[in-house]
């Protein structure tokens, strides 16, 4: 399935502030004003290109959040 890069509005980068993007087979396409679709082990980056990367994690009842390791350390 196609995946594609979308800003995920939950938190910003623990480096550098900036927003993040996630890269998820859940399309912009299908998301709406209240609600955004991700799935857990979605990459993470950062949009500022400050390096960090990381996944997201999901519970059962859809809060979406991204893990605090930078994977590249």
Not at 5 to 10: A, E, L, R
């Amino acid at each position: 399935m196609k995946k594609e890069w979308k800003v995920f509005m939950g938190e910003d980068c623990p480096n550098c502030g900036d927003n993040l993007e996630v890269l998820s087979e859940c399309l912009e396409e299908d998301d709406t004003d209240s609600e955004k679709w991700f799935m857990d082990g979605d990459d993470v980056k950062c949009c500022a290109d400050c390096g960090f990367i990381s996944s997201l994690s999901v519970s059962d009842d859809g809060y979406a959040w991204v893990q605090d390791e930078d994977i590249d350390d």
